[in-house]
T-cell receptor, first 112, second 114 residues
Framework: DAGITQSPRHKVTETGTPVTLRCHQT?????MYWYRQDPGHGLRLIHY???????DKGEVSDGYSVSRSKTEDFLLTLESATSSQTSVYFC???????????FGPGTRLTVT | AQSVAQPEDQVNVAEGNPLTVKCTYS??????LFWYVQYPNRGLQFLLK??????LVKGSYGFEAEFNKSQTSFHLKKPSALVSDSALYFC????????????FGQGTTLQVKP
């Protein structure tokens, strides 16, 4: 597996609480992505980063924010978690926008 | 807008038989196409990609994919299925621009029976 870790791997939280998910890579890749996976929807892009402090929105960014202060770390924050954000979250990295992406093991988030 | 479709939610094949998982795409410009596999409770694993060149692309674990421009398809194939190939398969297309964003299909569950 590519050097990608996600933490935590599982989390249960209550509606209205803030949650931060971490993606850490050891590959020194420039591009990092956050996706969510839901049945019937495949994977949908939340946010992505094309360098330190350079981020942009994906197709389902409402309710999420990201930060990238170091090449190796990409944080996804749910400002105030809602039940609709119950999902499996995957981080991915890529050396170039032309290359394949490599995925982390995922974080299963349940918002009660 | 770029899009990709996987018309089958599930494909069932017998072990030893050839398998095909279908994918069609819609893009403006040249397509960059990918196949990924996901085993239960795991992340996605890259199988193969088409950027340019030969229409038959070979990938990991004996999989290959055939790019067909006229039919806008990129079907995943394997000559002889294994029970261990049972998993969820995703087709993806690179979005336009310089971000490398991927647009994924809904996924196809492959079930290989002994």
């Amino acid at each position: 597996d590519a050097g990608i870790t996600q933490s935590p791997r599982h989390k249960v939280t209550e509606t209205g609480t803030p949650v931060t998910l971490r993606c850490h890579q050891t590959e020194n890749h420039r591009y990092m992505y956050w996706y969510r996976q839901d049945p019937g929807h495949g994977l949908r892009l939340i946010h992505y980063s094309y360098g330190v402090k350079d981020t942009d929105k994906g197709e389902v960014s409402d309710g999420y924010s990201v930060s990238r202060s170091k090449t190796e770390d990409f944080l996804l924050t749910l400002e105030s978690a809602t039940s609709s954000q119950t999902s499996v979250y995957f981080c991915a990295i890529s050396e170039s926008q032309l290359y394949e992406q490599y995925f982390g093991p995922g974080t299963r988030l349940t918002v009660t | 807008a770029q899009s990709v479709a996987q018309p089958e939610d599930q494909v069932n094949v017998a072990e030893g038989n050839p398998l095909t998982v279908k994918c069609t795409y819609s893009v403006s410009g040249n397509p960059y196409l990918f196949w990924y596999v996901q085993y239960p409770n795991r992340g996605l694993q890259f199988l193969l990609k088409y950027i340019t060149g030969d229409n038959l692309v070979k990938g990991s674990y004996g999989f290959e994919a055939e790019f067909n421009k006229s039919q806008t398809s990129f079907h995943l194939k394997k000559p002889s299925a294994l029970v261990s190939d049972s998993a969820l398969y995703f087709c993806a297309v690179r979005d336009g621009g310089n971000t490398g964003k991927l647009i994924f299909g809904q996924g196809t569950t492959l079930q290989v029976k002994p």
